[in-house]
């Protein structure tokens, strides 16, 4: 069976390391470039601030340098459970979208999931901005990617409450 390598020195079989992916999509009533901007640098405690089940919330971020809008700047996400996750930016295209790989570092989470590969699109329809959040959710081991469903579902609903949070940042934000 071929193996893959992962960051630290981990290596995963090429069946377990298929994702689960997941992901929610939004309407808000703002410009495409104030949402994209309001994702991109917000602070992550106050986009990210409603827990969802077992779902923490953002309560902070360490190890940041400047603003996050640079491809390879890192950070380290803290969650309310104590969980963390090493945070790197993969991709900017402004204002479309952006993805980061998330390497869960510590926290309930760890034993299910290894790396979360994270994406935001963003587009123009009619009057309003879709903005839509992707979650490739890679497991730990096969074990694992068995219980995944669960964590994307319990995400989903997670993401309704960043999304809605999202549409309150952003709003009176501007005309067309």
Known sequence: M??????????????????????????????????????????????????????????????????????????????????????????LERPGRFSNRLTVLKGPFRPLVSTVEESWTFREVGSMTEATWEWNLYPRSALARLLLPVVARLWRGYAGGVLEQLAVETSGTGTR
């Open 2 to 91: 071929q193996r893959l390598a992962w960051s630290r020195g981990q290596t995963y079989d090429r069946q377990v390391a298929t994702a689960v992916s997941v992901r929610r999509t939004g309407s808000i009533d703002a410009p495409v470039e104030v949402v994209f901007e309001a994702v991109l640098s917000l602070p992550l405690p106050q986009l990210y601030s409603r827990r969802y089940g077992p779902m923490p919330p953002i309560v902070a971020v360490r190890d940041q340098q400047g603003s996050f809008d640079t491809v390879g700047q890192t950070r380290v996400v803290v969650l309310a459970d104590g969980g963390a996750m090493h945070e790197e930016l993969l991709a």
